[in-house]
């Protein structure tokens, strides 16, 4: 398993934009397919955006499409997750996720090693 520190949460303004960041270690980031997950009070981990190995190719959930990019830095070993047009419905705890597999994973139990997680706080 590699060893992921999610940074660039914090409290905003609703219209505003944050980018997360995600440093990978212990291992090769291209060799895992990355996603990012969030998970609000009361509610259970939801499915936010997945990339690719190489980053040739991107997945979104449906709530996020249009704002958020998703990127990586296979160089530095890093995931990006640029959130535009924030809302209050995107105040959430997001975790920065690997999965050792080939596919674009939309299920967090495809998911083998986990970060702690940045807050984010969209006011509105």
């Known amino acids: 398993q590699v060893r992921l520190v999610e940074s660039g949460g914090g409290l905003v303004q609703a219209g505003v934009s944050l980018r997360l960041s995600c440093a990978v270690s212990?291992?090769?980031?291209?060799?895992?397919?990355m996603g990012w997950f969030r998970q609000a009070p009361g509610k259970k981990r939801e499915f936010v955006s997945t990339?690719?190995?190489?980053?040739?190719?991107?997945k979104y959930s449906d709530s996020v499409k249009g704002r958020f990019t998703i990127s990586r830095d296979n160089a530095k070993n890093m995931v990006y997750l640029e959130m535009n047009s924030l809302n209050p419905e995107d105040t959430a705890l997001y975790y920065c996720?690997?999965?050792?597999?080939?596919?674009?994973?939309?299920?967090?139990?495809?998911?083998?090693?986990w970060g702690q997680g940045t807050q984010v706080t969209v006011s509105s």
């Open positions: 990339i690719s190995r190489n980053g040739g190719g991107t």
């Open positions: 212990g291992g090769t980031g291209s060799n895992y397919v």
């Open positions: 996720a690997a999965a050792r597999g080939f596919y674009m994973y939309t299920n967090d139990r495809d998911y083998d090693s």
